[in-house]
């Protein structure tokens, strides 16, 4: 931490799987760990990447793989290219000499995804690491496991003992996990019965204003909202847009907003028919801001997923003051609570979720509390201080000296002479 006679920021990796997608869930997991980081830390963001530029690539006959450096969401990172993209218990363990080489001065170590499996490479080095992670394996991956098939599917079964064992090794080794949900954590406690460090829920920070007012919403129609990468069969549209059917032949007037990546045009072909299906918009992605504005004039959210590691699109929406109705799809426990913010259902229950959609767009008193309570949970559950706390103590137990180094850049009383006393005695030592 010192450099001559100047205080300098200590390197930390943030060890991440890199996709296509422009959002998410992980995306916005990595963007708020790296603004936490920044703030103690030189942060680099390291990545398993698939672009044929720098991944094996049987379509080119190029049986190599390179690094990069580049910029990642105005993030610094290096990106590993995959050496046979379709062998996944491979992905890390073929690319171990790169990983060696990149990560070696790195004493601070962070792996951030929806999995365990990107913490591999710090397990390969024997480094010391924490995880901040939303879901097993398998609950991620089990809607696009049953869509799969032919030579696929047998490659994926042969692999999926391998990956399973990968996941616990990683659980198991880590000095702390960060589980963005109570059933995230609980369902990490279960696959890892002899892990040596502490799990605990962490939860995700919403952006709130400082002078926050919790605002009495009204709904100036049946607006619905339903936001999610929807090519992903996981996010379950077959269900959104059946209970939108029956939402719509009690509500004529309604109309819903489905804003990400459009499904598969063969997905949507029996919908067509329905009398609903002309006032669904599909939006596409869209920005911040786009979102923000649906947001504004949606009012309710609908969560169909078959699995959750959290659901932040619920925890935005309660933010607006948006009531969410959503399937008992795990992390959304967290913030969906009966009568109090919204209505849980069960998956694919489009009956129930119907009928708890017209109730809460029937009753304005119902509503309105609805609305607060969500406001009020999001401010004292999901704030960036509750959230970046747990993370600096998730630091603190893994890396001890780090309290100190803390306390200086937060501004502590006699935080430098602390910080002076430790690096005395670590170089004596």
Known sequence: MRTGSQLVKPKVALLTLKNSYVYGGVLSLVKTAYQFCENYFEPTVFCLGFDQEISTSLRRLKFSSSTRRTRYFDMNCIEVGARWAFWEPGHYAYTRPYWHELLNDYEYCFAISGTAIAGHPFL??????????????????????????????????????????????????????????????????????????????????????????????????????????????????????????????????????????????????????????????????????????????????????????????????????????????????DFVHDDQTGYLVAVNDVQAMSDSVITVLSNQALYTKLSLNGQMLVRSEFSYSMVHAIMKEAFVQTYPELEQWFAFCDGGVDALEKVMRYEQRHNTL
């Open 124 to 333: 390969q080095l024997d480094k010391k690491y924490l995880l901040w992670l939303a879901t097993p394996y398998d609950h991620d991956r089990f809607a696009r496991v049953a869509a799969m098939k032919g030579v696929r599917k047998l490659i994926d079964s042969l692999a999926h003992k391998k990956m399973l064992g990968i996941e616990r090794n990683v659980l198991e080794s880590a000095s702390f996990t960060l589980a963005t949900s109570e059933y995230a954590k609980n369902a990490f406690h279960h696959l890892a019965a002899r892990h040596r460090g502490a799990i605990a829920r962490c939860g995700y920070p919403i952006k709130q204003n400082s002078f926050f007012v919790y605002k009495e919403k009204t709904f100036q129609g049946n607006v619905l909202l339903a936001v999610g990468r929807f090519s992903d069969p996981r996010k379950n549209i077959t269900m959104l847009l059946t209970a939108f059917e029956n939402i719509y032949t009690k509500m004529p007037d309604a109309v819903l907003y489905v804003v990400g990546d459009r499904p598969a045009e063969d997905v949507l072909r029996p919908f067509k028919n329905f009398s609903s299906f002309k006032h669904v918009h599909f939006t596409g992605r869209v920005s911040d801001q786009e979102r923000n504005q649906l947001y504004e004039k949606a009012s309710v959210l609908l969560i169909t997923s078959h699995q959750e590691g959290l659901g932040i699109v619920g925890l935005e929406a309660l933010s607006h003051g948006i009531p969410v109705v959503s399937t008992d799809c795990g992390g959304t426990r």
